[in-house]
């Protein structure tokens, strides 16, 4: 019987391939409204192999042309929309045989930005996870590895450079204004690594000499007007292929690696082979357009893609439910690189903080959400949608918990392992784990629930002192709420950094292994009750339940030695009283001014601490929430602070002046943020006031970063003057596409100001601007996810309007870009959490969503499981 439930694919019914590739010949003649797509491909019996079995080729979106099998034409073959099924194959599949392809597909036409498509002129591919069937027809699954040797012909003028992965052999000249290039890559990649740049571009290039003494070229490829902005990408990569070697003996296998930047991407890099291509937004910065943040960004960015070339690119995944095997890994490795560029221990932190609020902020939310999955999914309908912060961020995690259990020299001696053991294969999470363990002799059976159960796991700490015997005790009780299909959860095993402080201050830091449900630890010798210091530095993704007094969480405050845990007990202290609509007490404002003036910290870490926790993560600490109160707390609170500390904010804003010549490092990026937040400080504590010095300082600002918070502050906070910075600000970047996207992104990110029209009404004039492009992500993502996913107060109203324009918005969107569309879809994830009536509003917008009969299985998967169907 026929149904109309959405495909699923599982995890368990993996299956090696019956057939496998060798090498692999394209001939690719680009043409923007046909391009020919010639194969010559090896084919070979794979593991699952049997004698007469069909080779199935998968494809998409292509016209078929013609097929040959060791060079006659051949006619058993059946063709359907996404299958071409080759029947009689010689000798019955036992030899290797070649197979020749001919089909075309229309990169113009494509806006989905899978497969080969045209930005600007130019012709780009994405082909992670499934983009190459929509190139020709393939083995289009990352278990099948082959090598590549690519011949590209275009029109030279109007496409003077021809890239793919690998090495360049051959560019000719041909007739009738026609050339060509021809790359080979020496390494065998699964297709989502193919590659093809094609266009007018140009590039800066250095030479650099890795540790074996090889000389290496490496290329910035962008539109010729971005070259000047292209000197920090090439530092950033330059820096993580260093780091890459000392840190994990990981040297560059290419003679050539290459970075390119387009402005349409659905996402922002892909790690193709020697060929990286980037979004603008992770490659393209100076300082006057760019701001600290994305500065830091594109170096984490750059290096990710760079890292992957080891751990995602040597060494893949067996099949797409491996994902975080790459993705989690290379998150840590990222991490862990920009950490070290900080400079200092305290910089470690900075990052560290960042790092786990980014987590907290999506990754809880999804975890306890309708898409909530492990770290390894059994079970997707569209891997798209996995590539989430669960598989990323989460991954990253777990990861991390290797090595805070084995040590930073046993999660090296694992990692020497897992390359001796599988580089050049296609693997899974369990090979990894098992490197780790065997390297170390460690039995790491428990710790495969981190990859199984999803769900954030719950520690409730109880904590009892007795004098008399100078005992302290504590017993954890671990707890992870059911999930889909999931109804009992095991136990993790649980690494938790722990210190008890004491005023002797003689205890030091240890490390708990939790692994039962229920366990607890005694500690002797314990001269007055100490305030313990739980899960530093974050050393697991947990939920911690702690009712912690709030003289200890003062105490943590001023005086714990682990920065991580600084930070974590003024969020804790703060978060509490937002919850219970307080506002901060003398004793907490004291604990603040102490902090804001104490020249020992970094100026990044008091910005940190003087950040309140996001909304949406105070959300998943209530049972039934009500957004626009827990604006309403959060604001006043804020407020106070800002108020009662106005002359420390004010003489802040004076002291992180950074006079001279700009500087990117960290400790001026610290002061810069320190200040821009005394600045929003001030403008929150009276913004007629301190208006002035916000225009003054949005008019002198040599760098983004000073600009763009100075522009933030007066909109965010509803300046008579923001009119007219804007328009100043429109005109004085009009040609620069990502200022723009600023431009758009702090409009529709406004949060509610009284006497003003809400922002919805200004997000849907923008999205009628005439520089606004439906087809472009990062435009889309500006205006239409910031309003409905980083805009919390203004897109929930109880008249269901910001749900509405969701609704409009992700329709309009599926049918262009689904992946887009699917990513927007997620902001209502969450409806179940919220109180009425905003609960029914939101799912009468997600049925009139799932009611479209042509939704795509992107976007059908995400609104599906949010209905829970
Ligand atoms: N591996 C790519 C992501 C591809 C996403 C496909 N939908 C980027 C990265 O994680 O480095
Ligand atoms: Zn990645």
Redesign the pocket.
């Known amino acids: 019987m026929k149904t109309d439930l959405p495909q699923s694919f599982r995890r368990l019914e993996y299956r090696p391939p019956v057939y496998t590739f060798d090498q692999v010949e394209l001939d690719i003649a680009l043409d923007p409204a046909r391009t020919i797509i010639k194969s010559r491909i090896e084919v070979l019996p794979g593991k699952s192999f049997e004698a007469g079995a069909p080779l199935v080729l998968v494809g998409q979106e292509l016209e078929f042309v013609s097929l040959r099998i060791n060079g006659e034409a051949h006619r058993h073959f059946e063709l359907t929309p996404e299958f071409l099924t080759i029947h009689s194959l010689p000798n019955e599949g036992r030899d290797k045989f070649f197979v020749e392809i001919i089909c075309v597909c229309v990169p113009e036409k494509n806006t989905s930005l899978?497969g080969l498509y045209v930005s600007n002129g130019n012709f780009f591919t994405?082909c992670?996870?499934e983009?190459f069937r929509k190139i020709t027809y393939f083995l289009d699954r990352p278990d099948v590895m082959e090598r590549y040797r690519v011949t590209l012909r275009a029109r030279e003028a109007e496409c003077p450079v021809l890239l793919s992965n690998g090495n360049l052999l051959i560019s000719e000249k041909l007739p009738n204004g026609w050339h060509s290039a021809t790359w080979e890559d020496p390494f065998p990649k699964p297709s989502?690594l193919f590659a093809l740049v094609a266009g007018k571009l140009e590039c800066i290039e250095e030479t650099i000499t890795t540790s074996s003494g090889a000389q290496k070229l490496l290329q910035i490829w962008v539109e010729p007007h971005d070259l000047k902005k292209t000197r920090h990408a090439m530092d950033s990569l330059i820096a993580s292929i260093h780091w890459d070697e000392k840190r994990f003996g990981l040297e560059l296998d290419l003679e050539r690696f290459m970075i390119v930047a387009v402005g349409d991407f659905?996402?922002?890099?892909?790690?193709n082979k020697g060929l990286n291509i980037f979004n603008t937004k992770f490659v393209l910065a100076q300082p006057e357009t760019a701001t600290d943040a994305d500065f830091a960004n594109i170096e984490s960015?750059v290096a990710?893609?760079y890292f992957?070339n080891w751990t995602?690119n040597r060494v893949t995944c067996q099949d797409w439910f491996q994902?975080s095997l790459?993705?989690g890994l290379?998150?840590f490795r990222d991490q862990e690189f920009s950490a070290d560029q900080m400079g200092s221990e305290s910089g470690r932190a900075v990052k560290r903080i960042e790092d786990v609020r980014l987590l907290r902020q999506l990754q809880f939310p999804e975890d306890a959400g309708p898409m909530a999955h492990p770290i390894r999914p059994d079970e997707y309908q569209e891997?798209?949608n996995f590539?989430t912060v669960t598989v990323?961020e989460k991954g990253s995690e777990v990861v991390r918990m290797y090595q805070t259990l084995l040590g930073k020299d046993g999660f090296r001696k694992g990692m020497d392992l897992y390359f001796k053991r599988h580089d050049g294969q296609a693997v899974t999470c369990d090979d990894f784990l098992m490197a780790m363990a065997d390297a170390n002799g460690r039995d790491l059976t428990q710790f495969r629930n981190w990859y199984s159960q999803a769900g954030t796991p719950r520690v409730k700490v109880q904590e009892h002192y007795d004098p008399s015997k100078k005992q302290y005790q504590i017993t954890l009780i671990q707890s992870c709420a059911p999930s889909a299909g999931q109804p009992e959860k095991k136990p993790f095993h649980i690494p938790l950094k722990m210190r008890l402080i004491t005023k002797g201050n003689n205890q030091v830091e240890q490390l708990l292994e939790l692994t039962q449900a229920n366990q607890s630890w005694t500690f002797d010798s314990i001269d007055e009750r100490p305030v313990l210091s739980m899960n530093r530095n974050f050393s697991a993704p947990i939920h911690l339940d702690f009712e912690q007094s709030e003289a200890d969480l003062l105490t943590l405050f001023s005086s714990d030695d682990d920065p991580f845990n600084r930070w974590e007990a003024a969020q804790r202290l703060a978060m509490q009283m937002i919850l219970n609509n307080r506002l901060p007490d003398e004793k907490l404002i004291n604990a603040y001014r102490n902090l804001l003036l104490d020249p020992k910290l970094d100026p990044a870490f008091k910005e940190l601490a003087l950040t309140l926790p996001a909304e949406s993560y105070l959300y998943e600490q209530c049972a039934s929430v009500d957004p626009q109160k827990i604006f309403a707390a959060r604001r006043a609170f804020r407020r106070e602070i800002a108020k009662q500390l106005q002359l420390e904010w004010a003489a802040l804003y004076q002291q992180m002046q950074t006079p001279g010549p700009f500087k990117s490092d960290a400790v001026d990026v610290g002061k810069r943020a320190l200040k821009n937040l005394a600045l929003s400080m001030l403008l929150e504590a009276n913004k007629d006031v301190w208006a002035p010095m916000a225009v003054n300082q949005y008019r002198i600002a040599d760098n983004m970063t000073e600009r763009y918070a100075a522009l933030a502050g007066l909109v965010i906070h509803g300046t008579r003057e923001a009119k007219d910075c804007l328009i100043d600000f429109f005109e004085r970047f009009a040609n620069d596409a990502l200022v723009i996207d600023k431009w758009f992104g702090l409009q529709s990110s406004r949060p509610p100001v009284d006497g003003l029209e809400p922002t919805l009404s200004d997000v849907k004039k923008l999205r009628e601007h005439p520089a606004f492009k439906m087809n472009n992500p990062n435009r889309v993502r500006s205006v239409i996810h910031a309003f409905c996913s980083n805009n919390p107060a203004s897109f929930h109203q109880v008249d269901g309007s910001g749900y509405e324009f969701w609704a409009d918005s992700v329709l309009a969107l599926d049918s262009i870009n689904p992946?887009v569309a699917a990513r927007l879809a997620r902001a209502l994830d969450r409806w179940r959490l919220f109180s009425q009536p905003y609960q029914d509003k939101m799912k009468a917008s997600l049925e009139r969503v799932a009611a479209c009969p042509t939704l795509s299985p992107d976007t059908r998967e995400v609104v599906g499981k949010a209905l829970g169907n």
Do not use: C, P, R
Request: aromatic content about 12%; charged content about 20%; hydrophobic content about 35%.
């Open positions: 899978m994405q992670e996870a983009g989502y659905n996402m922002g890099a892909m790690e960015v990710h893609e992957h995602g994902l790459k993705e290379t998150v891997i798209s590539y990323y992946q």
